[in-house]
């Protein structure tokens, strides 16, 4: 069972013109955890993957490419909205390489958290995908970057860099805005001091959803009751949503560089599960995949019985991951609060 952890999408945006075939943010760094990973549990030794079939059915070419779910993740919406024609990689995978880096990468791995155990649970020693280890990876590929790209690259994408001596004679040091959207349990933690020591200027922190209306929630904890979310869970996302507001605002007052937005998740997905024909969707208490009450990962597989032919009128694909069409009004909902990070 994949652990409901927080997701995150990770913009690593310098502010800069925009002209034909341009993105609005010269590259998008992704941050977090099964809800946006593009493949790198594929390249782990672990139990949660989605490389097989029928995840990836509704992608292009129709195949699994490692994202849990049917088809586009939240992340794949937002990079095409920001103009890109291609999304940012899997870190760990072949693709990973030369220019497909210029843009930015994925460093989300299926079953991370902010702890240590978390990833434990599921993933061998030999790589904990936890968040401090994605920005070890994230370290990587910056100095990667610095070492293939013109200096008009780095100059809107690696400003941290220029700190030090090794890269300053790469680009000018007149370049600055240096903009990560990340996750984040306490503000203060030692990943988002290193990352605003990397030069993270412009940040947003995804709240918690509502833990207790998904459907694994709803048959483990529910009592039967396909009709009503889980109080006590949705209760502890709220809770968390708060202390996590307090942290931001306690981070923004030790910061005074520092823009900082908390994006609600809660709200846009709670919406869709209680009121789902205002959004287009008949089906919120069930997932498409299988029965539509469990099935994730290795459960929600080619010979799970059940399983919808067309996943557009579901808000979940399986018992944990929203489905394509949900990730693409929850992305909407993502821009629109983000909008004054962006310019």
């Known amino acids: ?44 030794l672990t139990l949660v993957k989605a490389n097989f079939p029928p995840y990836g059915r509704d992608f292009p070419h129709h195949s699994p490419t490692g994202r849990f779910c049917n088809g586009k993740l939240v992340t794949d919406f937002v990079v095409e909205v920001l103009g890109f024609t291609s999304h940012p990689p899997a870190y760990l995978s072949k693709e990973a390489t030369g220019n497909n880096l210029l843009n930015g990468a994925n460093f989300a791995s299926a079953a991370s958290g902010y702890l240590d155990a978390t990833a434990s649970l599921y993933v061998s020693g030999f ?31 690696l400003p941290p860099l220029f700190r030090s001596p090794s890269y300053a004679k790469q680009a000018s040091r007149s370049c600055y805005c240096l903009d990560l959207w990340l996750p984040a349990f306490t503000m203060n933690s030692s990943m988002d001091q290193e990352l605003h020591d990397m030069g993270a200027r412009r940040i947003g922190v995804t709240s918690l959803p509502p833990i207790g209306c998904l459907p694994a929630a709803i048959t483990l904890f529910g009592g039967g009751d396909r009709d009503a979310c889980v109080a006590r869970l949705n209760d502890d996302a709220v809770a968390f949503n708060e202390k996590l507001d307090a942290a931001a605002r306690a981070l923004k007052r030790n910061h005074a560089d520092l823009k900082l937005v908390v994006f609600d998740v809660y709200g846009p997905l709670l919406k869709l599960i209680l009121n789902p024909a205002d959004g287009g969707f008949f089906e919120a208490r069930r997932a498409c995949c299988g029965t539509g009450t469990i099935e994730t990962s290795l459960l929600c597989n080619a010979a799970s019985p059940g399983t919808c032919g067309n996943a557009t009128g579901y808000v979940f694909w399986d018992s944990f991951h929203p489905s394509e069409a949900a990730n693409s009004v929850l992305a909407d909902a993502l821009i629109i609060q983000g909008i004054d990070l962006i310019f």
Do not use: Y
């Open 1 to 44: 069972m994949v652990p409901i952890l927080v997701a995150a999408v990770q913009l690593l945006a310098g502010l800069v013109g925009v002209s034909e075939g341009q993105g609005l943010v010269p590259g998008v760094i992704i941050f977090g955890d099964s809800t946006v990973d593009v493949g790198n549990n594929n390249h782990l």
């Open 127 to 157: 790589l904990n995908p936890c968040h401090v280890a994605e920005a070890g990876m994230m370290r990587r590929w910056l100095r990667f970057i610095a070492r293939i790209s013109s200096p008009a690259c780095c100059c809107s994408l």
